[in-house]
């Protein structure tokens, strides 16, 4: 009982992280793995995305009935998301992700001073590119970081949006809209893998997604109200605590 509470708690808290700023998984997965240590990691992945994937969808809905989405851009990057994701979550059935782990606090750190050292960056919304070059890009950037999320998850959302932001041009409040899309994407691609396989606990996944859609609105309504400054400051915060997080789990914690 004590150990779904906890796990109820922190996708709540996941949620509101994750709407404004992405990298909800920096908070959900650390307890998950905490409080079920013996569990298999393909099993905890599995079970905090059929929750996630609420949360992140309620809130790429709430994104786009508030902010105008270039969906001819969104729609081809949402297949390539999609396939992505499903052939990342098979990968990570397959084979080892300890060299990703490695990694990741670098490419971490590579997001962290671009955004640092560029401060107005994802202030204004200014497209860079033509409808097909934008496309393109999108379509791009959604089928790699759906490979990522499907295989190993943390930061995706937080990917996503500094490369909208950085690639494309957008805003961070246009990014953060369109990464919620994306991501609701990539979960639910990744999720149906993980059901098929067995990897998810369906008994803890009704209240920890129902506590995820509620983060999610608290994060959203957060987001839209203080717009993309806001936005930007909590996407800084999330990455500097995702290269900690990651760096210390390379460094310091022995491979599963």
Same mark, same amino acid.
């Given at each position: 009982?004590?150990?779904? $509470?906890?796990?109820?708690? /922190?996708?709540?808290?996941? +949620?509101?992280?994750? &709407? *404004? !700023? =992405? @990298? ?42 508030? $902010?105008?989405?270039?969906? /001819?851009?969104?729609?081809? +990057?949402?297949?390539? &998301? *999609? !396939? =992505? @994701? ?56 959604? &089928?790699?970081? =759906? ?110």
């Amino acid at each position: 009982m004590t150990e779904a $509470v906890a796990a109820v708690v /922190a996708s709540f808290a996941a +949620a509101v992280v994750n &709407a *404004i !700023a =992405g @990298g909800g998984g920096l908070v959900s997965l650390p307890i998950l793995f905490g409080i079920f240590p013996q569990a298999a990691p393909a099993t905890l992945f599995g079970t905090n995305k059929s929750a996630m994937v609420w949360g992140t969808l309620w809130a790429s809905v709430s994104y786009a009935r508030h $902010v105008r989405l270039p969906w /001819a851009t969104l729609l081809p +990057a949402l297949a390539a &998301a *999609i !396939a =992505g @994701g499903c052939l990342g979550a098979w990968l990570v059935t397959q084979v080892s992700g300890t060299w990703l782990r490695q990694a990741l606090p670098v490419l971490l750190s590579v997001v962290l001073v671009a955004t640092l050292l560029q401060p107005d960056l994802g202030r204004h919304h200014v497209p860079r590119h033509g409808p097909r070059a934008e496309a393109a890009w999108a379509t791009l950037i959604a &089928a790699g970081l =759906g490979v990522y999320d499907g295989f190993f998850g943390p930061g995706t959302g937080s990917f996503l949006i500094f490369l909208l932001v950085r690639v494309l041009g957008f805003d961070f409040l246009h990014a953060l809209a369109g990464s919620k899309v994306l991501n609701t994407a990539t979960n639910l691609a990744s999720l149906a893998v993980f059901a098929w396989s067995g990897n998810v606990w369906w008994q803890l996944v009704p209240p920890m997604a129902v506590a995820n859609v509620l983060g999610s609105m608290l994060g959203t309504r957060l987001a839209l109200r203080h717009g993309s400054r806001f936005i930007r400051l909590v996407f800084a915060a999330v990455v500097g605590a995702l290269i900690l997080k990651t760096g210390y789990d390379a460094c310091m914690r022995p491979p599963p």
